[in-house]
């Protein structure tokens, strides 16, 4: 919204005072100024009143005139002039020699062979109006060589609010609303407005007129005949045009200036239109013509103005074009009303149009607005058309009063809640520019809200400490930190293990953290081959491409791994992300925190990296709860899921998570001279593992004794079994030394390490022991390599 | 014999000057010195003279045997300076302009600039909190004195699940929790309520340089006995200090949020000119940066805290917006872009 501080300053009178720096502090007290403050009238200067005195054609162009003007000076002045408007007698616009327009310095020049010595302007090179269909027409009745700037509020500071900042605050919707801030600001008294008596008029007729639906609460209106004026007054325009309005016809103009200056919308109506306005909605969907052409569907929903059953106007938001303001108008009957915030609001979003009306009601305007506004407006109107009269006596329908809210508290509430000293001169001073009505006895106050701020915005005491904050400044609180006891923190369990595995993963395995989204993206699983699985979806998705709610992290990693192909021959990448794998009994989302790990390789080792993220994950549990991993097959759940490669992975015999191969018919679509494999980790399961911490083992002053034993087979599983059952406590650790992979003659060499505390072993003790193992392996079949 | 003993003398000393490495020293050593050496072999010959002679000769050889060693010993001693100095010699000098990468890996900008506010927070007595990100339409906006019609619920667009649930369009969807969680410790224990709580957050919204429908930010919130405005202030103004790492001006302007009153919108000078005005900061010299206030009292109602006994301030900060100004980030899209060639720039941040 754009604000003028000539208009301001109609209410609130703020000479001596520096006006950016009062801006400023209604940025700070109030609202966001945006940072493009306009000065207007700045660039122009020189600009007088001039009269035509002849008009002469050019001899060779069709469209210059040579004219003579006369600025009260004792010559007359030469002009060259281009504008089709041009007349003996009218008085214009007048851009002297050494005048300045913008950039532009004027100066005598030749122009089509004939001398210029000045320039007649249009109201758009002066920049109070985008007309530039003509010269300046000025009626107005002034002294020729006058400075425009002398007669008209050319010079003005327009500032913008954003729109945003206001949407608690519908008094602010105004100039009046902003000029009582400034008022507070400034500790200057706020201008009472003028009205017309409305009251004379009692004895009129009334306005058939009747709210039939609690959606309106209140309703006001007045008739009127003989408008003689069809061009608002040039400061008038200057106001609308300045703060981002067209001037229309003067009519249309006032009820603009209306809504600016006090915050009202108004509607005037042709009164033959409106003999018998109701306010009400009907039971079934038609189509209305607004005032703007275009042709609007309206549902039950959407409270209209009707002439009896006849709709006239959407109510709050735009006039019929029927019932529009037309040539032979005689009477006119202008409206005033107020609607539920709400309703306007959501008839808006259904209708997708909004208004400078509506923008105001869904604010929640004050009823009380009503007749005050057609007052001001009868007042107004009558300054600037002396010939009007009033037919109507005013009708007025209140349905709905909002309560009047009255607030208590005491000082000590206030130093509470600021932790600064604010006395209580101040407090009330502060309250009272801001229309509050304050009562004071010692510490304790009680406020009456205005009803302006009554309709939601302040409805509870901390409402009160802001206003007297706001305008306090937040600037000159002193700040100081809080009177309250420590206590050590402690981290949530999952967030600890969250941050430690990425470190590890960061740290110790050169992994990169990439974060993705939520979603799956259809179109990029598409091209590497993968379902769109999920069992949520979005209700209100923008695009179709992004509605399912991923159900595993892996899909969004294979893509991310796809796009980052170029960026080395192998890499890693790892997430913690929300995945949504399924739903309870109540149909409630079950959200689970997932570790998701992809590596990436060049070439066909695929058991080294199979390898590669087993030790990861061992690293991973070993590091943060000192337990140990196995892993048992899987089947697969999902497609891309290898069918022979996939283990889950288990700590304290419980499933964790799973590591697996990608499928051949993902790897072909991503890359075929590369592997990738993945795990997937449930973080709050992690976490949920007791952490076992390390036990302390002293140094052994016996020596141990290290065994050797390689056995024919590829797969250690049976071994590790064998080695399980011998349950030995002397046997410390078991390694792998050596495979080697021969079809037939495959054969794993294992290490076994004996030791005690407490003695030193014999050779046949321990070989008692492998000698066990051995046997038992060959029962299954597992020879020992002689 | 004496001869005999002169000559080996003299042959020594030019054979050891002659013995160039440690093999051909120890093959010397061997020829006078071992069993079968050159000196042994003289004292082998020794038998034939008599108890005089041997003692006077023996004596002779004794001397020649300890010197042959002392010399021998002498010259390995060269021979390894000589070694190591010849080691020196070809020892080529580095060119260190050679470029070199280690592959190192690397966090999401995100998590380093959480990790710093938590560490921040932390140190100040606030607990770190992890939420969901779905949430219901309670937690988002019911419990946040947000209800059904508030005009607040249209600025935000938020994403709807087909169950009704959301995908929170704000971390206030975790304050809630954190009042009731702590709720019970501050009545019974008079432990303060001081939590932060960082996640991701999503709005439906169309995404540009400077929009994304996936963007994180950390709530805090802090609620006692006594907590006030100018407390809110001041941990503002040293959190955000801490994060820069330098002074920062704060400025509080109103603000209209519905889970806050009052309400502010939270100002910093801009960081790269200081406040004089530049295209950052669109000539004002000031970055919007943080919505924050006092916890409305429904708020505190609905998560069970007497708002007549306790005051408490909460902020929102956007932390895809601090990580963007701390790096320069132009493009908010890079963040959630999956691109390693951008994102494994950001090894760590310490």
Redesign the interface.
């Known amino acids: 919204m754009f604000l003028s501080m000539n208009w301001i300053k109609d209410f609130v009178d703020l000479s001596g005072l520096d006006d950016l720096k009062l801006i400023n502090q209604f ?6 100024v945006e ?1 493009d403050i306009q000065f207007k009238g700045s660039d122009i200067s020189g600009i007088v009143v001039a009269e035509i005195k002849s008009v002469e054609n050019h001899p060779e162009s069709k469209k210059l005139h040579l004219l003579k003007v006369d600025i009260g000076a004792d010559e007359l002045i030469d002009v060259v002039c281009g504008a089709p408007n041009v007349r003996v007698g009218m008085k214009t616009a007048f851009a002297k020699v050494g005048a300045k327009i913008g950039e532009i310095e004027i100066t005598p020049r030749p122009l089509a062979g004939f001398m210029s010595c000045g320039m007649c302007c249009s109201e758009k090179e002066i920049g109070i109006s985008d007309d530039h269909s003509g010269i300046m027409d000025i009626t107005d009745d002034v002294a020729l060589g006058t400075a425009l700037k002398d007669i008209y509020a050319i010079d003005d500071i327009i500032f913008e609010v954003d729109n ?2 206001l ?3 519908p008094d602010l919707w105004s100039h009046y609303g902003i000029a009582r801030e400034f008022a507070a600001i400034a500790k200057r008294p706020l201008k009472p407005l003028s009205f017309d008596d409305l009251s004379a008029y009692d004895n009129l007729p009334k306005v058939d007129m009747k709210i039939e639906d609690p959606l309106c609460y209140r309703y006001s209106c007045l008739q009127f005949e003989n408008i003689s004026r069809n061009v608002s007054p040039v400061d008038m325009r200057i106001r609308l045009y300045y703060c981002g309005m067209r001037a229309i016809n003067f009519l249309a103009d006032m009820t603009n200036y209306l809504m600016l200056e006090m915050g009202q919308p108004m509607h005037a109506f042709d009164s033959r239109k409106v003999e018998n306005i109701r306010i009400k909605r009907f039971d079934h969907d038609f189509t209305f013509q607004t005032l703007d052409g275009v042709e609007r569907n309206i549902d039950p929903e959407t409270l209209m103005i009707c002439n009896g059953d006849t709709p006239v106007a959407i109510a709050g938001i735009m006039g019929g074009l029927d019932s529009e303001i037309v040539e032979d108008t005689h009477t006119l009957t202008l409206e005033s009303a107020t609607f539920d915030a ?1 309703s306007i ?1 959501k008839s808006t ?1 259904r209708l997708s149009h909004r208004t400078d009306s509506s923008m105001r009601y ?1 604010k929640s305007l004050d009823p009380e607005l009503t007749t005050a506004a057609i007052a001001r407006f009868v007042y107004l109107l009558k300054q600037y058309d002396s010939g009007v009269e009033v037919v109507s006596a005013l009708t007025d329908d209140y349905a709905y009063h909002y309560p009047q809210v009255e607030l208590s508290f005491d000082k000590a509430y206030v130093d ?5 000293e604010i006395d209580n001169k101040t407090i009330v001073g502060t309250l009272q520019r801001l229309g509050f009505d304050v009562t004071n006895e010692g510490d304790d106050f009680t406020v009456k809200v205005p009803s302006w701020r009554a309709t939601k915005d302040v409805t ?4 009160i ?2 206003e007297i ?2 305008i306090y400044g ?2 000159n ?11 050590p ?4 369990p ?2 600890k293990d969250e ?1 430690n595995v ?1 470190d590890i ?3 110790h ?10 979603w799956n993206y259809v179109d990029e699983l598409k091209e590497v081959g993968i379902k769109n699985e999920g069992v ?7 695009n179709p491409n992004i509605e399912t ?1 991923r159900k595993t992290m892996i899909p969004t990693q294979l ?2 791994v796809k ?2 192909l170029g ?2 021959p192998s ?3 790892f ?1 913690v992300g ?1 995945v ?1 794998t399924g ?1 309870t009994e109540d ?3 079950i ?1 689970e ?1 997932h570790l998701g790990v992809t590596l990436y390789q060049k070439g066909v080792n695929v058991r080294e990296l199979y390898f590669r993220m087993k030790t990861i994950i061992e690293t991973l549990v070993d590091e943060l709860k000192h337990k140990t991993v196995s892993f048992e097959k899987l089947e697969p759940e999902f497609d891309f899921e290898h069918p022979v490669n996939l283990n889950a992975v288990i700590v304290d015999g419980k499933v964790i998570g799973k590591i697996g191969l990608i499928h051949p018919s993902v790897m072909k679509k991503l890359d075929k001279r590369a592997c990738v494999v993945f795990a997937e980790i449930d973080m709050d399961k992690f976490a949920a593992i007791e952490n076992y911490s390390i036990r302390y083992v002293g140094p052994s002053k016996f020596p141990g004794i290290e065994i050797d034993l390689s056995f024919l087979t590829s797969r250690f599983a049976p071994i590790k079994k064998a080695i399980e059952r011998a349950a030995c406590e002397l046997i410390k650790d078991v390694a792998v030394i050596d495979i080697y992979e021969a079809d037939e003659n495959s054969s794993i060499a294992v290490r076994l390490t004996f030791s005690d505390n407490s003695r030193t072993l014999t050779r046949e003790e321990v070989t008692a022991v492998t000698d066990g193992i051995i046997a038992d392996l060959e029962k299954d079949g597992v020879l020992l390599k002689k | 014999m004496k001869e005999k003993l002169e000559q080996l003398k003299s042959r020594l000393s030019e054979e050891l000057s002659a013995a160039a490495d440690p093999q051909a020293l120890e093959s010397l050593r061997v020829r006078y010195l071992g069993k079968k050496g050159s000196i042994t072999d003289l004292l082998k010959g020794m038998k034939a003279l008599s108890n005089e002679e041997k003692k006077e000769f023996g004596q002779l050889v004794n001397t020649l045997k300890q010197q042959a060693a002392e010399s021998i010993q002498k010259r390995a001693e060269e021979l390894k300076e000589l070694e190591i100095k010849k080691e020196i010699e070809l020892m080529p000098e580095f060119d260190l302009t050679i470029p070199t990468k280690e ?6 900008p ?2 380093l600039v959480q ?1 710093e506010c938590e560490r921040i927070f ?1 140190t100040m ?6 939420y ?3 949430v ?1 339409d309670y937690e988002c906006f019911e419990a946040v004195n947000v209800p059904k ?1 508030h ?2 619920r ?2 935000q667009d938020t ?5 009704g ?1 959301l ?1 929170k369009s704000q971390t206030s969807a975790a304050q809630n929790a954190i009042l009731k969680k702590y709720g019970p410790a501050l009545r019974e224990k ?3 309520i ?1 939590a932060i709580f960082p996640g ?1 957050c ?1 709005r ?1 919204e ?1 995404t540009d340089a400077t929009h994304e ?2 963007f994180f930010q950390m709530e805090g919130v ?1 609620v ?1 006995k ?6 809110l ?3 503002m ?2 959190m955000l200090s801490e994060v820069f790492r330098r002074d920062i001006k704060v ?6 949020f519905p889970f806050v ?5 939270l100002d910093i000078n801009c960081l790269i000119c200081g406040g004089t005005g530049c295209p950052s900061c ?3 010299g000031w970055l919007e940066l943080c919505p924050c206030g ?1 916890i ?2 429904e708020v505190l109602k609905e998560g069970g805290i007497d708002p007549e006994e306790y ?1 408490g301030f909460a902020f929102g900060l956007g932390l895809t917006r601090l990580a963007m100004m701390k790096y320069g980030v132009k493009d908010i899209r890079d ?2 872009s ?4 951008v ?2 720039q950001f ?2 941040d310490k």
């Open positions: 940025s700070l007290s109030t609202a966001e940072n945003k900042s949407t608690n605050r709400a609001r979003v869904e509470k809640y600021t932790g600064i509870i005491k901390a409402d400490i802001e904050t706001r937040y600037d609180f002193e700040i100081h930190t809080a009177n309250a006891p420590l206590f923190t402690r981290p949530e999952v967030k941050d990425k993963l960061v740290k395995f050169n992994l990169h953290e990439l974060h993705s989204y939520v949520i979806k979005l209700a209100n998705a923008s709610i893509c991310q796009s980052n960026y080395a890499f890693g990448i997430e929300r949504v739903m149909d409630l989302c959200e925190k | 592959e190192r890996g690397s966090y999401h995100i998590t990790r932390t007595g606030f607990n770190v909190e992890d969901p990100e779905v219901t019609n005009p607040a249209d600025m994403y709807y699940l087909t169950n649930e995908l008079g432990m303060p001081r991701r999503f439906n169309a429908n996936t802090m006692d006594d907590i006030s405005i100018s407390n202030i001041y941990f103004k040293t400025r509080l302007r109103p603000g209209f009153e009052p309400g502010f919108e669109n000539h004002s006092m409305h009292p005051t963040l959630n999956g691109s390693l060639k994102m494994s090894t760590d």
